[in-house]
Nanobody, 113 residues
């Protein structure tokens, strides 16, 4: 069965950085695109980035230039490097196998002074 496990969240001050990881199992990882989503309190879940199986990632406008998504197929893992964090980036971050209902459990990111 497919399993996705996120890690790397935490509390960080504005302007700080965090790197999230999402380890996948139960799929032939290299063939699948992967998504990062986030959900802030009281808001709908929104797409943050998509990492295709090959090629460059796509980003939502609000994180372009600050976030970098990547993948390591040897480790079955996708990453989200988040720099210049803002309070409005506070959310639970999830990874997903693109086009499926396979989601991780989420990891909390809180940006606050």
């Amino acid at each position: 069965q497919v399993q996705l496990v996120e890690s790397g969240g935490g509390l960080v001050q504005p302007g700080g950085s965090l790197r999230l990881s999402c380890a996948a199992s139960g799929i032939i990882f290299k063939f699948y695109a992967m998504d990062w989503y986030r959900q802030a309190p009281g808001k709908e879940r929104e797409s943050v980035a998509q990492i295709p199986s090959a090629g460059s990632p796509y980003y939502t406008d609000s994180v372009k230039g600050r976030f970098t998504a990547s993948r390591d197929n040897a480790k079955n893992t996708v990453y989200l490097q988040m720099n210049s964090l803002k309070p409005e980036d506070t959310a639970v971050y999830y990874c997903r196998v693109t086009g499926t209902e396979h989601w991780g459990q989420g990891t909390q990111v809180t940006v606050s002074s």
